[in-house]
């Protein structure tokens, strides 16, 4: 089965397209090799993807003729990703912007100070 069906079928990309994009980027690599979405793929094999700076890996459990539904993809794919690069997908996922009361209106000329000075404290 072609690498780029695969990725469709697992539901890693919404399009066949998008999955044969990612190959052509380099995002897609099998060991060390970069392939191509032509690139035959079989039971057993271990395949890297990286998207959003975070490399995922994946085990080949099993071939599949068509898409399947969400509930059915761990029969046929084992994620065997490294727990650091979970954790750099919780920290992008995490909020990098401050919360303020709706009501309260932009920031004063002091209280924009405060807030940059609070954020070079924190930096250091």
């Known amino acids: 089965m072609r690498i780029d069906k695969f990725l469709w079928a697992i539901r890693l990309f919404k399009t066949r397209t998008e999955a044969a994009e990612a ?3 380099g995002r897609v690599r099998i060991g060390q090799d970069i392939v191509k979405a032509a690139k035959e793929i079989k039971e057993g094999d271990v395949f ?6 975070v490399t995922f890996s994946f085990r080949v459990l099993g071939l599949l003729p068509n898409r399947v539904g969400a509930a059915k993809v761990p029969e046929y794919v084992l994620d065997i990703t490294a ?3 979970k954790e750099k ?3 992008q996922r995490a909020p990098s912007f401050e919360r303020r009361d709706p009501r ?3 920031p004063t000329k002091r209280e924009r100070r405060e807030i940059d000075r ?3 404290f924190d930096d250091d």
């Open 118 to 120: 609070f954020k070079d």
């Open 23 to 25: 190959c052509r980027l």
């Open 104 to 106: 309260t209106g932009r």
């Open 83 to 85: 727990p650091e690069e």
């Open 48 to 53: 890297h993807m990286n998207r959003h700076g």
């Open 89 to 91: 997908l919780a920290l």
